[in-house]
């Protein structure tokens, strides 16, 4: 009981909460913004890169949230999955060669790399999206069931993790997070044979789960929320997505900070943190799309076309790199649910507390040892 009290204590500490509070704020207010202009610069780009034909897009008067033709979409698809294979089968082996490496040369190739994973992620959910609204259309119905089935196939295989992004995420510039193995099986370089395989499956398989369950819900909020479609300016400003996003995102922070999951029976916390992960992925998304559709609307308005993209891409590299955020525009390691201690938080934001944080944690694993050992 003594230890449980503690671990309230430790977990409630004024200190170490209003550490937690700062690392929100910092992401919502600046990571966030920076990392959606990131994205937006480079989705715009690609659509030059990749440029709608005409010929072979689907007559319809349906308006989907990401206008992509068939075989743009198809090629970006593709640029972005074969990226990501080509990082993964040499992220290992590059950041153990780069570990022995002069600071300099480890900062510019590790910076490279993590602009090169986001550039490959954004050609990859833009191709996704764009093969999805094609295919299946935005009706009600189908992206109704397309989201349960995404959704579920998320839960059972504890990946629900993988669709939470910033603000509810932060991934830093360390060398370790630039370079750690993010594939579903973990699979070495030594494991010549399989590591392609993990690679494939990873990318083509899980990691098109939570991008399927985004644009699902990005088109069910088209029809009841303001709609926001990507790439294009809209005439009304998302300001529901914005409100809805951050209250959420505050909402679920905080409760997640404030549940004692170790004092809970294991069923409910384990629903109490799936609740609380789905709940995440929903904030971050209109987080998103009300920060997306501000940025179209707000950023640079006098300048337009390839110009204001490049600028996007521009500031959001300088900005999310001055503040050792670069990994936020690509991260999309593979995060198991359980991965962790049961009363871990589900959100694990650490920037400015996470010196205190780990202080605090190291303390009190010393008190509980003396109090083990006292028993």
Known sequence: AQLHHTGVLY??????????????????????????????????????????????AKVTDEVFSAEISP???????????????MLDLSRE????????SKNIVRHVVGWSVRLTQGLAMVAYWRGTFGL???NLGEGVGPVCLTLAISSLLLCLAKLCRCGVFPPLVLTTDSHHQTFQNGLYFRSSPGEQGFLPLDSIFSNFVVKTLP??????????????????????KDELISY???ATGYGLA???????????????HALITRLARLFITCT??????????????????FFFPSITGSCNYLLSVLVSSIGLTITYSSNTLGADFIIFDDEGDADEDVIDIQFWGMDEDSKNKTEMSKICDKKEIME
């Open 11 to 56: 977990r409630m500490t004024q200190k170490t909460f209003f550490f937690h509070l700062l690392d929100l704020l910092w992401c919502c207010v600046i990571i966030t913004p920076l990392t959606v202009l990131g994205w937006r610069g480079m989705w715009d780009l690609l659509d030059q890169v990749f440029p709608n034909d005409s010929q072979s």
């Open 71 to 85: 075989w743009s979409a198809l090629t970006s698809y593709v640029a972005g999955l074969v990226m990501k294979i």
């Open 132 to 134: 999805l609204s094609n």
């Open 240 to 242: 529901d997505s914005l």
């Open 250 to 264: 505050i909402l679920v922070f905080i409760t997640d900070k404030l549940l004692p999951y170790h004092q809970l």
């Open 280 to 297: 995440a992925i929903l904030a971050t998304l209109n987080v998103w799309r009300g920060v997306w559709s501000c940025l179209d609307h």
């Open 211 to 232: 991008v399927i369950v985004w644009w699902a819900l990005w088109c069910l909020e088209n029809k009841y929320f303001s709609h926001n479609m990507i790439g294009e």
């Open 93 to 100: 082996r590059t950041g153990q060669y780069l570990a022995e």
